[in-house]
């Protein structure tokens, strides 16, 4: 447009600034200039008398001044009125300029504060003025934001890198919303179209109408690209991007190609019986432009791209006006790169959709596996306890058998004596008396031997049958080491346990056992696997319906740097003997089984102390 004063201001908040200006540049706005101002986004009032000083020395140059400005809308009595505000009543927040208002206000509803790539450039200060730091910010944003959402335009190549610092900074998640900058060209093509056309009004009254019916289309573009901008799916996408252009140029022929990988996947047309198979539309699966005119010159075809990935090729022909063919191109292609988002968008939701179920079934297996893996670590404490009680009876079923073939032996040589009739009273004294101490040898050994099987038989039943019921714990801690001998004296481990002889507990028995038989193993296998003798304190008492179970033993320790990992599971220091669920077991039988916690406190070189409570009743 000619003449010094034929150019438009706009007045921009200097975090949109850089955006702003980026769009006009790129779309050939040679009469718009951009002007930034600090303070729109401050807490302190607007100094308007400064913004009018600032423009003074440039005014002749500009026809109008337009406030881009949502955000001040609620305070728009106190804007000079040389200062227009070109902003539509709907949009009451600088956010609606570069998306959907539909978008921004659900997720202003749901508490999401959004951002934008200008503002996260200086957080920081924007912070400091605000008067917040490390501590008195998260408090602030966690009182009324879920998560952060940064409506980004492409434009800034680290806008991640600040919004990731910004969300460490606040504590808050994060998400993104793609293709602000195309929104906000329809924005800014409806404002510039509305000051193109009161430029155009003082020149000529005829061409007044023409450019309101252009603003009132471009608007009407606005609320319908909201809509293709909240599909899910690509069938989606394209049936609104179909009634778009139906309601936008009314053609009697639609015709869309699918391309995925420079490859066409499929076609739809409108109506349907217009085509019957891809071969059919060479034209279309061989254009290489971004538009051209159709074979009828009464339509056009498109190329609809996101991020110079070709997604489709869209075809309009025999639109109801062929004669405004030009002025429905600029339309058009002023629409297609929204479109080419909406349909990337939808294919990007689709793939995560189809990769999280993928990962929600391989962490399903994941859990079975694991749970198989701890099941096969309870068989295994099992066997070891077998192991060990064999290894336990084997000594007084051996006593008793030496005993025994050493009375026989002693009885077939009286025998012999006095088949021969040269026994004497004194041999028959002496078999009596060595009777009598066999006798009670194999009795005192066999009862052991019964001791230790029974101890067996409840503590196996115990882990193999998951069944509540009341015991005293410092005699089934006693039959649980029993069964532990074998290992513990392998080690030379001394094990002292201290507990009321009364003390009961109604719980989970085998639970319990498994608890114990696993520490044990572990203090063998970690704590003292290079040691060849060492100390196990169990101390268990009750306080108030709690009963605290303190197990220390003096082996090696456990390093600083692991000791948050040791009840993960899989995690072990010794891959060959280790399996790693063992605390894992240990932890989610106290938490879940039996209600209860557990903590560990441990330094390398001095042992390790786990401290678990648990209801001593358990409901």
Request: net charge negative.
């Amino acid at each position: 447009m000619g003449g010094v004063a034929d150019k438009l201001c706009l007045l921009v908040c200097q975090n949109l600034a850089a955006d702003i200006s980026y769009a006009v540049k790129t779309e050939g706005y040679t009469e718009v200039a951009v002007v930034p101002f600090s303070g729109f986004c401050s807490p302190a009032p607007v100094d308007w008398s400064a913004v009018t000083r600032d423009l003074d020395s440039r005014r002749a140059e500009y026809s109008k001044i337009c406030l881009l400005s949502g955000c001040l809308r609620n305070t728009q009595a106190s804007i000079p009125t040389e200062l227009s505000a070109c902003i539509p009543p709907t949009i009451d927040t600088c956010l609606k300029m570069f998306a959907p208002p539909a978008v921004i206000d659900r997720h202003l509803t749901a508490n999401v504060y959004i951002l934008t790539s200008g503002w996260l450039t200086e957080w920081q200060q924007h912070l400091t003025q605000w008067g917040f730091d490390s501590q008195t910010a998260p408090l602030f944003f966690a009182d009324f934001a879920r998560y952060l959402l940064l409506i980004d335009t492409g434009l800034k190549a680290d806008s991640l890198t600040d919004l990731q610092e910004f969300a460490d900074f606040v504590g808050l998640p994060y998400e993104v919303y793609q293709g602000g900058l195309d929104y906000f060209r329809l924005f800014l093509k409806t404002i510039v179209q509305a000051w193109q056309m009161e430029q155009q009004q003082k020149k000529t009254a005829v061409s007044l109408g023409e450019a309101q019916q252009q603003s009132a289309n471009y608007a009407m573009v606005q609320e319908l690209i909201g809509g293709i901008t909240r599909v899910m799916s690509e069938s989606e996408a394209i049936a609104q991007i179909f009634e778009l252009f139906t309601m936008l140029f009314a053609p009697a022929q639609l015709i869309y190609v699918s391309v995925r990988a420079e490859q066409p996947e499929s076609i739809i047309a409108e109506p349907p019986g217009l085509i019957r198979d891809l071969a059919a539309q060479r034209t279309l699966l061989d254009f290489k432009g971004d538009y051209a005119w159709t074979e009828s010159e009464t339509g056009f075809v498109l190329r609809i791209s996101h991020r110079r990935e070709t997604l489709g090729i869209l075809k309009a022909d025999q639109i109801a006006f062929p004669q405004y063919r030009e002025r429905y191109l600029n339309q058009a292609l002023t629409v297609v790169g929204v479109c080419g988002l909406a349909i990337a968008n939808a294919r990007t939701y689709q793939q995560i959709t189809a990769q999280k179920n993928e990962l929600e079934q391989t962490l399903q297996q994941l859990r079975e596996t694991q749970q198989q893996l701890i099941e096969a670590e309870k068989m295994a404490s099992l066997g070891n306890l077998v192991a060990g009680v064999a290894h336990e009876v084997n000594t007084p079923v051996g006593v008793g058998i030496t005993t025994i073939s050493a009375l026989i032996e002693k009885n077939n040589h009286l025998v012999d004596l006095f088949r021969s009739k040269t026994m004497k009273r004194s041999d028959l004294e002496e078999l009596l008396d060595f009777t009598d101490t066999a006798a009670n040898l194999v009795l005192t050994n066999l009862q052991r031997a019964g001791e230790l099987i029974q101890s067996f038989k409840q503590a196996s039943v115990d882990q193999t049958i998951e069944q509540q019921r009341k015991f005293k714990v410092k005699s089934y801690l006693q039959d649980v080491l029993c069964s532990l001998q074998r290992q513990l004296k392998q080690k030379s481990i001394q094990v002292n346990v201290e507990c009321d002889d009364d003390l009961e507990l109604n719980s989970y028995a085998g639970v319990f056992a498994q608890i114990i038989t696993n520490l044990v193993n572990n203090s063998i296998i970690h704590g003292f696997a290079e040691q060849n003798q060492g100390q196990i304190d169990i101390q268990v008492f009750s306080r108030g319906n709690l009963i605290h179970l303190i197990y220390r033993d003096s082996g090696t320790g456990i390093a600083t740097d692991v000791l948050p990992k040791i009840f993960d599971p899989f995690f072990t220091t010794n891959r060959q003997r280790g399996t790693g669920l063992g605390l894992h077991i240990i932890y989610n039988l106290i938490t879940q089984k039996l209600n209860g916690t557990i903590q560990c406190k441990s330094e390398y070189g001095n042992g390790v102390v786990f401290t678990m409570t648990i209801p001593q009743n358990l409901e």
